[in-house]
C-alpha cells in the first residue's frame, strides 16, 4: 500500500516514526503543511476523543468544529 499523500507532505518536515498525522480542520483532502500536527497515537485518540470522534461517526455527540491549530491546542489542553 502506497503512503497517503499527507503523511508525505508532514514527513517532509517531521520525523513520523511511530507518530500520526491529524487534519486540523478534519478534512483529509486538504493535506497543506499548516492544517497537518503530527502526534503520537495517544494524542490522536485524545483529540478525537474530545472532539466527538471522527467525521462519518455514528456517535450521538456533536462533533467539535477546529479550523485552527489554536483551536487544536485549547481543546486539547482545557477538553470539552
Do not use: C, Q
Not at 9 to 37: C, E, F, M, Q
Not at 54 to 60: I, L, Y
Request: charged share 30%; proline share 4%; net charge positive.
Amino acid at each position: 500500500m502506497s503512503e497517503p499523500e499527507y503523511r508525505k507532505i508532514a514527513g517532509k518536515y517531521h520525523d513520523l516514526t511511530d507518530k500520526l498525522v491529524h487534519h486540523i480542520d478534519g478534512d483529509r483532502s486538504n493535506n497543506h503543511p499548516g492544517n497537518l500536527v503530527v502526534m503520537d497515537r495517544k494524542e490522536h485518540y485524545h483529540i478525537h476523543g474530545t472532539m466527538g470522534g471522527w467525521k462519518g461517526n455514528n456517535s450521538k455527540k456533536p462533533r467539535l468544529s477546529i479550523k485552527t491549530l489554536d483551536d487544536l491546542l485549547i481543546i486539547y489542553n482545557n477538553g470539552f
